[in-house]
């Protein structure tokens, strides 16, 4: 008996960020200051070192508190700050509720518009996010707040890291390719600077330094449907823990915020392991021209680009939201696919493969295979042989 199988496609994407925006060097500068004062010398110029050289001008925050001077800012160490004045997790946790599901809604509208699917006929909902939890969930109030089905079928995906965007999307293509009139809406959202800890160690700064809040969200759905212009269709995927890396990303709830250790070693672990896996997800196809690197931090933007000798143009997508967003953990990857698309329509491009990559804790890598297609592709039928080759 033969099976039909359909190629999915992302049919829309949109981006979110909160109102208040933090620039680098003002951060940088009042955290110094609030260092200095708790007589953390030592301490202060590392900072201001990691703040001045991890790729990021700006980002964005949903904690107001955040903009304030260095005295007044209670996510900062003090010298005098009682430890009742710190955020506790139950504040942090209400902060995330009130904020993520607006930031959510809004770039989930902006994907439905992009798309040109009707609410109503969203099949699937995919919630991503592992900077907060609550329940009922962002998943259920998305429900309401977008006018879905009350029977959609909801998969929130919590506590996964940066990678669980890409994951979300491999999810998509899963559902679509099993039902072809599947529509899958996937909705991150991330709250990251609600964990900036008032610590003077150098794992609570070097988070500190490039962490950023953020929504994206995508439609995805069978390949030369919905508006049939401008599409991602979605290829192979791989997932992959990385051997030995265990505890190179750790990501624990605290009394004070979620508390995330991020080991200097992970650029070159990502340096040794994933070249061979891209390998095996390419099955001996020329490395492609397009290139869409969750950029987790500087570091490892560097390295994958030394690695798989990619050129300037073919990072600078990853680097540019680096620069203006920071990383915003799951949330990312949709934002730099997005930078990506608008780049390549005002190029007038063809036809390119490319292959997306993030990471997250395990250390888990996860792969996938894309083309960019400006003018949408038609499904592909084929039979149960086909489809598994």
């Given at each position: 008996m033969n099976v039909q199988a359909f190629n999915a496609a992302i049919w829309g994407l949109g981006t979110a960020v909160p109102q208040h925006r933090m620039e680098q060097e003002d951060t940088a500068r009042r955290l110094v200051e609030a260092l200095s004062g708790a007589g953390q010398t030592d301490s202060s110029r590392w900072a201001k070192r990691i703040f001045k050289q991890c790729g990021v001008d700006f980002r964005y925050t949903c904690e107001p508190n955040l903009l304030e001077p260095a005295a007044d800012c209670r996510y900062f160490p003090s010298a005098g700050r009682e430890a009742d004045e710190v955020p506790k997790t139950s504040e942090r946790m209400a902060a995330y509720k009130l904020a993520s599901v607006p930031l959510a809604a809004e770039a989930a509208r902006k994907a439905i518009a992009d798309s040109g699917v009707d609410a109503a006929d969203i099949t699937h909902l995919i919630t991503v996010s592992c900077t907060g939890q609550y329940l009922p969930g962002m998943d259920a109030a998305l429900v309401s707040e977008l006018g879905l089905r009350a029977a959609v079928t909801r998969y929130p995906l919590t506590f996964l890291g940066c990678a669980a965007g890409l994951k979300a999307v491999s999810l998509s293509k899963e559902i679509v390719e099993g039902q072809g009139s599947a529509k899958v809406l996937v909705v991150c959202v991330e709250l990251c600077t609600l964990h900036i800890q008032p610590s003077s160690s150098r794992e609570a700064l070097y988070g500190a330094s490039f962490f950023g809040d953020g929504a994206s969200a995508c439609i995805v759905g069978a390949a030369g449907e919905g508006k049939s212009v401008s599409q991602f269709v979605l290829g192979d995927a791989r997932s992959v823990l990385l051997e030995g890396s265990a505890g190179e990303m750790v990501w624990e709830v605290g009394d004070h915020?979620?508390?995330?250790?991020?080991?200097?070693?992970?650029?070159?672990?990502?340096?040794?392991?994933?070249?061979?896996?891209?390998?095996?997800?390419?099955?001996?196809?020329?490395?492609?021209?397009?290139?869409?690197?969750?950029?987790?931090?500087?570091?490892?933007?560097?390295?994958?680009?030394?690695?798989?000798?990619?050129?300037?143009?073919?990072?600078?997508?990853?680097?540019?939201?680096?620069?203006?967003?920071?990383?915003?953990?799951?949330?990312?990857?949709?934002?730099?696919?997005?930078?990506?698309?608008?780049?390549?329509?005002?190029?007038?491009?063809?036809?390119?493969?490319?292959?997306?990559?993030?990471?997250?804790?395990?250390?888990?890598?996860?792969?996938?295979?894309?083309?960019?297609?400006?003018?949408?592709?038609?499904?592909?039928k084929c039979t149960e042989a086909d489809a598994y080759a």
């Open positions: 915020g979620f508390d995330l250790y991020l080991s200097t070693s992970i650029p070159k672990l990502i340096g040794q392991h994933v070249p061979a896996e891209v390998e095996r997800l390419l099955e001996g196809m020329t490395k492609p021209p397009l290139w869409a690197i969750h950029p987790g931090g500087r570091g490892i933007v560097d390295v994958l680009q030394e690695v798989l000798e990619l050129s300037d143009e073919q990072t600078s997508a990853s680097r540019s939201i680096l620069r203006n967003y920071g990383n915003m953990s799951s949330a990312t990857i949709l934002f730099v696919l997005e930078e990506m698309k608008r780049r390549l329509s005002e190029e007038n491009a063809g036809l390119q493969e490319g292959v997306a990559l993030a990471f997250g804790p395990g250390v888990t890598a996860e792969m996938l295979r894309l083309t960019y297609n400006p003018k949408g592709a038609a499904a592909k």
